[in-house]
């Protein structure tokens, strides 16, 4: 979750983008007013730009292992010795930034340059161009969270759980969130080569994909056979909220005897929307508490009028299911509301805290994870299902070729609801 303080409004989301962020970009969350420690001045004197002071630096009085003269030393050397002059001070300073926030080796811990903050926030109003995919660093390599619904990306067949080897016959290993989201995003119309693995298959291939402007769907419902309402939330936006009790009015009309909530591939968003989505089959009680670094955090209760409190419900989920969404299908697993199908969650369940600098830059920091009513760390953990289906879709070729696929887990929901 990412709490964003930014000319006196905060917005308050989730993300995995797998903090995670979306290849769109995408990456929601929630932030608090922490600092940053180090201040930057900058100032233009005759055309040239130059770093004036450093300001507050960490307490090296205290520290045994850090001499931050030997910062200034390369410094110097770079500035002197380089083969490229002359060289620029804000490019090494942004640099520098950038090194001392991956010192953490938290990839949901980022410093953002002002153009790359710019370009983060612009991603939060959920129109974009890109390929319509969030990704994220597990184990150190690039690796799909979840396509979104209709994207250029799931239409080009990439898939949850796939590991992106090569952008554009560029290695991925070794390369920071930031920087291979940098390489994927592109203008719309324009193609990017992904070299990926696919989950549990041996077999690497290329894919193409024609970056487009991204309209992300919130959340759609149907009426299904024998009374069973389908409710597909692909993740949790600004908007989520207000298109969600527009659509649970719509069901509570058709009265249906059983309702399935599809999360899989939801990769998470905003805090609020979840906790409200939640809060339709919780009467009462905490939906998700946070907790920091000193134990201490926040308890976020039920909103809203429990309008499918009693109703027998499914909750679909699988690899592809984060944050915001683990939320949800946490909570009512703990409640004992729902039964959750599927696949074993993908397990991102931290906060961010993202603090604006007075450039125009910015810092992402985790700083507190996540707990479901029963204590549960989401982080790293995930939500278990009740009933485990291994393989979520069957494909199926026709006489003629023609291929289609059967959807598993929709089936098991079916089948436990009967």
Not at 161 to 182: M, Q, V, Y
Not at 228 to 252: G, P, R
Not at 396 to 417: M, N, P, V
Request: with cysteine; hydrophobic share 40%.
């Amino acid at each position: 979750m990412i709490l964003n303080t930014q000319n006196n409004k905060t917005y308050k989301s989730l993300w995995f983008f797998a903090g995670i962020l979306f290849v769109i970009t995408f990456a929601l969350g929630v932030l608090c007013g922490n600092y940053f420690t180090i201040q930057k001045q900058i100032t233009n004197d005759d055309g040239q730009v130059q770093i004036s002071k450093v300001l507050n630096l960490y307490n090296l009085n205290k520290s045994t292992e850090v001499d931050f003269a030997e910062f200034w030393d390369v410094w110097k050397m770079l500035k002197e010795k380089h083969v490229t002059q002359p060289v620029n001070d804000v490019d090494l300073f942004y640099g520098a930034m950038k090194g001392l926030v991956a010192g953490l080796n938290d990839p949901y811990s980022i410093y953002f340059p002002p153009e790359e903050a710019k370009d983060f926030m612009q991603d939060l109003s959920g129109k974009f161009a890109g390929i319509g995919a969030e990704v994220g660093l597990k184990d150190n390599q690039l690796t799909v969270i979840a396509p979104l619904p209709g994207s250029p990306a799931e239409k080009a067949g990439l898939k949850a759980g796939d590991k992106i080897f090569k952008i554009n016959n560029e290695d991925s290993f070794g390369l920071s969130l930031d920087e291979a989201i940098k390489k994927i995003r592109g203008p719309q119309g324009s193609e990017v080569r992904l070299l990926v693995n696919h989950l549990n298959q041996e077999k690497i291939e290329e894919i193409v994909i024609v970056r487009d402007i991204i309209n992300i769907p919130s959340v759609v419902w149907k009426m299904l056979d024998n009374k069973v309402a389908y409710l597909q939330i692909s993740y949790f936006n600004e908007n989520t909220t207000s298109e969600f009790d527009k659509i649970v009015k719509e069901i509570v009309l058709a009265n249906p005897k059983s309702l399935i909530l599809d999360m899989r591939n939801n990769p998470g968003g905003y805090l609020e929307s979840a906790v409200s989505v939640a809060s339709e089959w919780i009467k009462q009680g905490i939906v998700v508490s946070e907790k920091d670094n000193k134990n201490q955090g926040t308890e976020y209760q039920t909103l809203g009028d429990h309008k499918f409190l009693g109703l027998k419900t499914i909750v679909l989920v699988d690899g592809g299911t984060a944050s915001g969404a683990e939320i949800v299908a946490g909570a009512l697993q703990d409640y004992n509301l729902a039964k959750i199908v599927g696949e074993k969650t993908y397990g991102k369940g931290s906060v961010q805290d993202l603090q604006f600098l007075p450039d125009g830059s910015a810092v992402k920091i985790t700083i507190a994870n996540w707990y479901t009513p029963k204590e549960r760390q989401i982080n790293k953990n995930g939500i278990m299902p009740d009933v485990v289906v291994e393989k979520m879709f069957e494909e199926i070729k026709d006489s003629q070729g023609i291929i289609t696929y059967k959807d598993l887990g929709l089936a098991k929901a079916l089948e436990l609801l009967k």
